[in-house]
């Protein structure tokens, strides 16, 4: 061929291959677009419309929005479309973008499963998904990704656990799988992801150990394990292959044993985050090696020691978290020589002293300062007004006196004031002029004077001002209107005069108003303020009670937005009728108005608030029947209606209302007999009927009500007898059925009522004996059965040794001791028909004479007690939505300062005080760390619970202090502390009786939780810690903070929060599953406890034995060898008689503890074996 064809030949042949690449990159790129078009086809919803107008045919593919080509071939490879809320799924079709290098699709609203077609994209580097709601698991074809380095799944709503298959894409280099719901444990194959940077797995419910071969990664630069539940230790040599650690964060876990001592070989640490663990041991100070850290948490662990002085050496730290760490003494003298801090965390401490007035030269970045719930006194430093950078100040909850500096005023980018329950005196008119403040906190104080009249006008970012449990005078000023974003307006408990003015409804942002227990009239009759306040369409709760305030409640109080929650307006002058207008307040959950003058009917409409739980309408002027529309409120957990004029029929319908509670209809003038339907209320608590004219018999039906704790009915007509039924409520423990017209004997089954503390039956006509079984009632301490005509011996044993005479005063021929002053009773028959005469004469005289008197005394009892009578135990018969509060200074100075002699123990969520009143009253103080996550659930929760339950066996609250940033239960004092104390402790030896008769009360208190209440309630930490013992050594199951409430239906619940390691049932501490079971998993293992006296946790219980195991290899031939020493002594002659009784307990024990729930007993059965054991063994108790 010669050179001209050869060339012609070349040309043909590139212009053929140029021509045919034409064609290819023509059809490829065609795919691109035919799969992005899918794509775009796929979106529900494309806010910006841009995709709709941008991504067509008419252009490029390469020029549409969010979509970058590649240079040389010209493919689609990255797509960006981050940000866009778009909503729809992510089709199979994207898996044709073959060239795809980058996709990014974060922060929209896509959904469903990711498609397995992606998996075809092997030049994919990068992936972000971040935020989206996505389904299921996460898929395990990532790994089919050859050169993924990143992979970004945070907030995608991903579950299940993490696919082992992530550690074969060998280039990974970041990982982000943050708050997501992964369950289970982390997957060691991570281990071998030998390119790792960044591990970031925040926010799931990742439980196990952190997997060593994490450590092991060298390029590792950033881990995050922060909110989970892992827990074990940190491995002694972490830091030897992270040469380039940066950043290490498990904040908020279980990992417990020492922080490694080596930590100082991570030599370019930034950030150490090992916050709100189980952490105990000293803090190495080789941590003060870590020149390059800026951000150091340690807080809320178990340290031991002194946190060493070398932490003041770190020159780059910003952020120092140590509180709740025990600290004592002053401010750590360290801290003062980080020139570079900005943020200072020292609360929930045990700090004393002065702070120095130069802490501001000291510390002259400092931003926040927090320094609350310590026990620092003195005057606040005025040096603080030269803190220039402040933005946070917190001193809440020390012992501060004097005035509030005015060189706060000087803090101009100050954002935050928490000077709340101190001592201090006066607030300067400065600090109403920091333009930057959000939240001014200046409650619990001793602040006197009055509020400045411009006092709103430079506080435009004021959001919430709290001023409460103060003495403060004069009006609200005008000018308050002017802080337009205010949300939370507290100035309740203070001697605030004057109107309440309408300007406040120009706060349109307000969500709660509270300015109850002031000296506030209204000016006018219609009540003008509250017609003003139903412009603020966002308030949630108002509560303007015990004020002055007279007038007619507004029609307009209708036109409260339905984002209103609660309203209470007690104790005031209010008159009038109630508007039928209320009941548009669809969403009003608590409405108080007792102690008014409302008069005439209360109005049908009521019937609309279907989310009503609490109605208070006590202590006013309402007349007529009560109404049927309170029946048709499903929710209502709490109705008092007492101290009106109500009269006509009780509503048989309320036996309807299964959701009640509390029901306290008493001092009014109803009139018909106790419906049988009554009995429908299996969940009521206490039932006060006192003073009206009911009639008739008690129902049977009245034994149904198992949940109830107090029944009062006295002051009636009710007629027959006390039918015995009503030994059914064993939970009771208050029953009054005096002055009415009963009669018959008293029933025996009164004695099965076991938790019966008060029993008034006098000024009725009952006959016959006093059953002699009524000694076993032995918590009864009040007893009243005057005025009857019972005749016999009154019994002498169980709680009869403690009663008098009045007890049992104008009966017809009762006979016993002396000091009743009744006959003594016939000890033989000698003269028995002489005596007999003589006795018949005289009881015939004294019954005319007793008759007599005692008609004159009922008639005026029954008159000034139908006139006056109150309920024994409160205003309200249910918990109030603003109760009156024990003030902060009460409890602090009932527990010297929360001082650290009156603790008593330290739980998970907070800390025990003893405190004792000043009227001698003592009681136990439990705090609440509210730094803990789940302190405010868990104070919640007991509030709840303790409130709604209530045996004998249970720990009782006696009241509650409830601030912004501070909540504190007010419990019974159990003199004789723990069970935990007491098993542990070499000078207070239990014998094996006592040790029985406390896991009996357990027992019964919890099998009242799972089978005595309407939903049944699961402890979730049952352990002798939580076991108090009052001064008669019954025992009381307390430490309510983690309890669930278990759907009755399927009986378990899932939650996150774990109890105690060594009592946790397996399902529990690795599913998360709560049910009943659980409890009775934990109560076998401390019954096991209770008598081998080793915990669960021991040394001794490692590599695969248990306190469970140990005991099931023992048992029975060997079980000597076990149990605590002190219990069996081969030399008493009941050692035989001890070992079969344990025996018999460690076989119920390891029935409790069994590995699958479905095999344990039930509580109801494990209470009644241990009840039989007593009996055959100690027949005597």
């Known amino acids: 061929m010669d050179r001209t064809n050869l060339l012609h030949f070349i040309s043909c042949s590139m212009i053929h291959l140029f021509i045919s690449c034409l064609a290819s990159n023509i059809l490829n790129i065609a795919t691109d677009q035919s799969a992005l078009i899918v794509f775009k086809s796929q979106f529900e919803h494309d806010h910006s419309n841009v995709l709709a107008r941008n991504w067509s045919s008419d252009t490029h593919i390469c020029s549409w929005i969010g979509v970058t080509c590649s240079s040389r071939h010209q493919r689609v490879a990255a797509i960006n479309l981050s940000n866009m809320d778009l909503l729809g799924i992510i089709p199979p079709e994207l898996g044709n973008l073959s060239f795809l290098v980058s996709l990014d699709m974060s922060g929209n609203k896509l959904h469903g499963d990711l498609p397995k077609e992606l998996a075809k994209l092997k030049r994919l580097k990068f992936i972000v998904f971040s935020f989206n709601r996505f389904s299921g698991k996460i898929p395990s074809f990532f790994e089919a990704m050859p050169n993924l380095q990143q992979l970004r799944l945070r907030n995608c709503s991903f579950t299940g656990s993490i696919p082992p298959s992530l550690s074969n894409i060998s280039k990974l280099e970041d990982l982000d799988l943050t708050y997501n719901s992964l369950e289970g444990t982390i997957p060691v194959e991570i281990g071998n992801l030998g390119s790792l940077k960044k591990l970031r797995l925040r926010g799931n419910k990742l439980s196990g150990s952190i997997p060593v071969g994490i450590f092991n990664v060298s390029t590792m630069e950033s881990v995050d394990f922060t909110y989970n539940s892992l827990s074990g230790n940190l491995p002694p040599n972490m830091c030897r292959n992270l040469p380039s650690l940066a950043y290490f964060s498990v904040y908020s876990n279980q990992l417990y044993g020492q922080i490694p001592s080596t930590i100082d070989e991570c030599s370019l640490l930034q950030d150490l985050e090992l916050e709100h663990n189980q952490f105990n041991g000293p803090v190495p100070k080789q941590i003060g090696n870590l020149s390059m850290l800026v951000h150091l948490l340690l ?291 608590f409405l108080r108005m007792p102690n008014n003058e409302f008069t005439g009917l209360v109005p049908f409409t009521i019937e609309g608030l279907k989310n009503l739980q609490v109605l208070s309408l006590m202590g006013n002027k309402l007349s007529g029947p009560i109404p049927d529309a309170i029946c048709h409120l499903p929710h209502l957990g709490g109705l008092a209606l007492s101290k009106n004029k109500l009269y006509g029929p009780l509503p048989a319908c309320l036996g309807n209302v299964t959701s009640l509670r509390y029901l306290n209809l008493g001092s009014n003038e109803l009139n018909s007999s106790i419906s049988p339907a009554i009995g429908g209320l299996k969940y009521l608590l206490e039932f006060n009927l006192f003073s009206n004219f009911l009639s008739g018999p008690l129902p049977l039906e009245i034994g149904n009500l198992k949940a109830m704790t107090s029944i009062d009915l006295s002051m009636n007509e009710l007629s027959g007898s006390i039918p015995s039924t009503i030994g059914g409520l064993n939970n009771l423990i208050n029953l009054s059925l005096a002055y009415n017209r009963l009669q018959g004997h008293i029933p025996d089954s009164v004695s099965k009522m076991l938790s019966l503390e008060r029993l008034d039956l006098s000024h009725n006509n009952f006959t016959g004996l006093i059953p002699k079984s009524l000694e076993a009632l032995q918590y009864l301490h009040y007893l009243n059965l005057s005025f009857n005509k019972l005749t016999g011996e009154i019994p002498n044993g169980g709680p009869f040794v403690y009663f008098n005479y009045q007890s049992f005063i104008s009966n017809d021929a009762l006979c016993g001791p002396s000091q009743l002053q009744v006959s003594p009773c016939p000890s033989h028959h000698h003269h028995r028909s002489r005596q007999k005469a003589v006795l018949r004469a005289s009881l015939i005289s004294l019954a005319v004479v007793s008759t007599i008197v005692a008609m004159i005394i009922s008639f005026f009892l029954i008159k000034h007690r139908r006139k006056n009578k109150v309920p024994s135990d409160s205003m309200d018969s249910f918990p109030a939505v603003m109760p009156k509060r024990i003030r902060y200074h009460d409890l602090q100075r009932a527990t010297n300062g929360f001082s650290e002699a009156n603790l008593l123990g330290v739980g998970s969520f907070g800390s025990v005080y003893k405190g004792t009143f000043t009227d001698g009253t003592v009681v136990a103080v439990k705090v609440f760390n509210l730094q803990i996550e789940g302190a405010f659930k868990s104070f919640n929760t007991e509030c709840v619970i303790l409130r709604s339950i209530r045996h004998r066996n249970l720990a009782k609250v006696k009241s509650s202090c409830s601030n912004i940033d501070f909540r504190a239960l007010v419990l019974e004092y159990m003199p004789n502390g723990s069970l935990e104390n007491w098993l542990y402790s070499k000078d207070k030896p239990l014998n094996l009786s006592r040790r029985l008769s406390i896991m009996i009360d357990v027992a019964t208190a919890i099998e009242y939780l799972h089978h005595g209440y309407a939903t049944p309630v699961v402890h979730c930490d049952l352990k002798p810690s939580n076991v108090l013992l009052d001064e008669a050594m019954v025992a009381h199951v307390s430490d309510f903070g983690i309890a669930k409430l278990v759907n009755a239906e399927d009986n378990a619940a899932v939650t996150k929060t774990l109890a105690t390691f060594g009592y946790i049932a397996p399902e529990y501490g690795s599913e998360g599953l709560v049910s009943t079971k659980c409890d009775v998993y934990s109560f076998g293992i401390m019954l096991m406890e209770t008598f081998v006296r080793k915990r669960p946790t021991d040394d001794q219980f490692t590599a695969g034995l248990s306190l469970r195991g140990w005991i099931y290899d023992s048992y029975p031939q060997s079980l000597g060898h076990v149990i605590d020493a002190t219990l069996l002594n081969p030399k008493e002659e009941s050692f035989d008689k001890n070992v079969e009784c344990i025996s018999l307990i460690m076989k119920l024990a390891l029935n409790c503890s069994s590995e699958l729930p479905g095999e344990r007993t039930n509580m109801k059965d494990t209470l009644a074996t241990l009840r039989k054991i007593r009996k055959q063994f100690f027949p005597h108790l």
């Open 299 to 589: 807080g809320e662990n178990n340290f031991k020691g002194e946190i060493p002085a070398e932490i003041g050496n770190l020159a780059n730290l910003e952020y120092l978290s140590l509180n709740t760490v025990g600290l004592n003494g002053p401010v750590p003298s360290f801290v003062y020589n980080i020139s570079t801090l900005q943020w200072l965390f020292l609360e929930w401490n045990n700090l004393t002293g002065n702070l120095p007035m130069e802490i501001c030269s000291k510390l002259p970045a400092i931003r926040g300062l927090y320094l609350y719930e310590n026990r620092l006194t003195g005057s606040i430093p005025r040096g603080l007004g030269n803190c220039s950078s402040l933005v946070d100040l917190a001193l809440r909850g020390n012992m501060f006196t004097g005035e509030i500096p005015s060189e706060i005023g000087n803090l101009l980018n100050l954002e935050t004031l928490f000077l709340g329950s101190n001592y201090l005196k006066y607030i300067p008119s400065a600090i109403f002029n920091i333009s930057t403040l959000e939240i001014l906190s200046v409650d619990t104080n001793n602040i006197t004077g009055s509020l400045p009249s411009t006092m709103g006008q430079k506080l435009p970012s004021l959001r919430e001002i709290l001023l409460g449990n103060n003495y403060l005078t004069g009006p609200i000023p005008d000018s308050i209107s002017n802080t337009s974003s205010l949300t939370l307006l507290d100035l309740a408990l203070n001697q605030i005069s004057g109107q309440i003015p309408n300007s406040l409804a120009e706060l349109r942002f307000l969500e709660i108003l509270n300015i109850a227990g002031n000296e506030f009239t209204s000016e006018s009759s219609e009540m003008s303020f509250l017609t003003a306040l139903t412009n603020c369409r966002h308030l949630r709760i108002i509560w303007i009670g015990s004020n002055s305030i007279t007038g007619y409640l507004p029609h307009s109080i209708g036109n409260f937005s339905s984002s209103l929650e609660q309203l209470d307006l007690s104790n005031s002058r209010i008159k009038g009728r109630i508007p039928k207008e209320i009941g548009n307040i669809t969403n009003l959950a």
